[in-house]
């Protein structure tokens, strides 16, 4: 189980960080996506739990930063000069099994999301 947190309404050029935390302890690869309304859901980033390699959308490269705290058992996205176009359900996954990162049918878990809403 992924449990999701820190979403919230936002001004644009504002900043919030997200934490995604399992259930159970985990060495698996995480990533965030989003899903707007009346849109496919898509990778923002995602990371590596040994490396902490990272992969980013080309839309959040330079504003949104992946981390994740293994001591904790934590995932973070901290997104900063935020838009109105990142208004978004934001969902938390893991268990990364094919090679393309930012597709959704890549993932095996999934948490339940948290709203961002960034208002012009």
């Known amino acids: 189980q992924l449990v999701e947190s820190g979403g919230g309404s936002v001004q644009a050029g504002g900043s919030l960080r997200l934490s995604c935390a399992p259930s159970?302890?985990?060495?698996?690869?995480m990533a965030w996506f989003r899903q707007a309304p009346g849109k496919e859901r898509e990778g923002v980033a995602m990371?590596?739990?040994?490396?902490?390699?990272?992969n980013y959308a080309d839309a959040v490269k330079g504003r949104f930063t992946i981390s994740r705290d293994n001591a904790k058992n934590t995932v973070y996205l901290q997104m900063n000069s935020l838009k109105p176009e990142d208004t978004a359900m934001y969902y938390c996954?893991?268990?990364?099994?094919?090679?393309?990162?930012?597709?959704?049918?890549?993932?095996?878990?999934w948490g339940q999301g948290t709203q961002v809403t960034v208002a012009s």
């Open positions: 996954a893991a268990h990364k099994r094919l090679l393309t990162w930012y597709e959704r049918r890549s993932w095996g878990y």
């Open positions: 159970r302890r985990t060495t698996y690869t």
């Open positions: 990371i590596d739990a040994g490396d902490l390699n990272t």
